[in-house]
């Protein structure tokens, strides 16, 4: 959920292309100090070399032009050019070991070379000749140059272009962070704001269970105040019409009087019951307290829901069963493990089946566990794995807001215990657990 969380709220894709503008410039960058890295080594190592062979020819032939031109002895004069028609053949070598050849400059090599080849048998031994391969070798190295300002306009031109696609990109880079950072602020805007909206509706849905619970409880309440009454009324309505015929006994006022005075404690009791839930911590105050007398109050609140709907309920608890606890949280828990248990129990296919309900107790040395135990068929396992999941429910639609369990789950945590359904399939069973209170309990069954 967190991974699903984080996609929703930054803008992976965005980012992405940012990221990719970024590698784009990285690449022009690259490409482009790799070219003129080439270019100014290519510099270095050819045309500098060229152009110092070039300058060494030019120098050989007008030297040669000069022993041509002197008065030395023939003998002398052939030993001399012969010396120079031989650095001349081994400059130009490094020349075309340098230079790339095409057709047009290996045409001017072979005349070249032809003519230092004259000029070294003694066949073509004038000036002519000189001149000729002068110029053939300073055509040979203009060319060169033409050709070589023609890739350096060449490259300027590639610089430009890329120059200006890497500008272009870095500012389409930053504009797509600008993009990526609005864009993230505002879904984090969103998120906030959706969040208040659920806590909002969350709020709302607490507050119906809540009212669905009240009303519930409610018609439970009046049923169970009612049958005491109606019997107390019963009791005085018989009295009164003993006394105005004068038949009035002693041990008939006494049992009546016993009767309304029993009657009327199982109201208090039950008032007394549903006060103390009422004035709850909600604080979360932890104190110590009896379990039984809470269980007890809870089980006053929904013995009547339960006969109602046929449905036997029942506590097996040790006494006493003292927790260090929240008696409110407590109750709020139990009611919504039983009602639970109800809905359940409450539906046709249990129309014909004996239901009931339990609740029990045992002991270990850190915590007191209650079992909320139901005669139903079971949870899917589709159903426990989600469970305790806010606003999940099987009920249907207008009869469940699927917070209660998820609501109890969260009461425990602040009580220090713990909530979770036995992992056996059958029976249905929610453990309870408390933390014990520093007493020595008294494990007789109550």
């Known amino acids: 959920m967190k991974d699903s969380l984080i996609s929703e709220v930054f803008p992976f894709k965005l980012a992405a292309l940012a990221f990719g503008l970024l590698m784009s410039i990285f690449s022009f960058m690259s490409y482009f100090h790799f070219r003129n890295y080439g270019f100014i080594a290519d510099f270095n190592e050819v045309d500098v070399p060229v152009l110092q062979l070039t300058s060494t020819q030019i120098r050989l032939i007008s030297e040669l032009s000069l022993i041509i031109e002197s008065n030395r002895e023939e003998t002398l004069k052939a030993e001399a050019i012969r010396g ?97 950072y609005r864009k993230y602020q505002n879904n984090l805007n969103n998120i906030s704001i959706l969040s208040t909206k659920l806590e909002q509706e969350q709020i709302k849905s607490i507050n119906t269970s809540k009212l669905a619970s009240i009303g519930e409880m409610a018609a439970g309440l009046a049923h169970e105040i009612n049958n005491p009454l109606a019997v107390i009324v019963a009791r005085t309505d018989l009295l009164m019409i003993k006394l105005e015929s004068n038949q009035l006994e002693v041990d008939q006022i006494r049992g009546s009087m016993e009767k309304i005075s029993q009657m009327a404690g199982r109201i208090s009791k039950i008032i007394d019951s549903v006060r103390k839930l009422s004035r709850g911590n909600t604080t979360s105050e932890l104190t110590e307290i009896d379990l039984n007398e809470v269980i007890d109050d809870v089980m ?125 399939p059958l029976p249905t069973v929610f453990v309870f657990k408390l933390p014990k209170a520093n007493r020595v309990a008294d494990t007789a069954t109550r």
Do not use: C, W
């Open 84 to 180: 120079y028609t031989e650095n001349l053949k081994f400059s130009l070598e490094e020349i075309e070991n340098l230079i790339p050849a095409d057709a047009a400059s290996a045409a001017q090599i072979l005349r070249i070379r032809y003519l230092i080849e004259e000029l070294e048998t003694g066949k073509q031994m004038n000036l002519a000749t000189i001149e000729e391969l002068k110029t053939l070798v300073q055509n040979y190295i203009e060319d060169y140059l033409l050709r070589k300002n023609a890739q350096v306009d060449y490259e300027k031109k590639i610089s430009s272009i890329i120059s200006i696609l890497s500008l272009i990109s870095i500012v389409v880079f930053l504009f797509s962070i600008l993009v990526v």
């Open 300 to 424: 006053s609140l929904v013995q009547e829901k339960g006969k109602n709907l046929e449905i036997e309920l029942t506590s097996q608890l040790h006494s006493p069963l003292y927790v260090i606890s929240n008696y409110t949280l407590i109750s709020q828990v139990v009611i919504n493990l039983i009602n639970n248990a109800i809905d359940e129990l409450r539906r046709d296919e249990y129309q014909n089946l004996k239901k009931s309900i339990t609740i029990s107790s045992e002991e270990d040395e850190s915590f007191v566990i209650l079992r909320v135990q139901d005669s139903g068929k079971g949870i899917p396992t589709h159903v426990r794995e989600k469970m305790f999941t806010p606003f999940f429910t099987t009920k249907e639609v207008g009869q469940g807001t699927g917070i209660g369990l998820s609501l109890s789950l969260g009461l425990v945590k602040e009580l220090k215990g713990e909530l979770f359904l036995d992992p056996q």
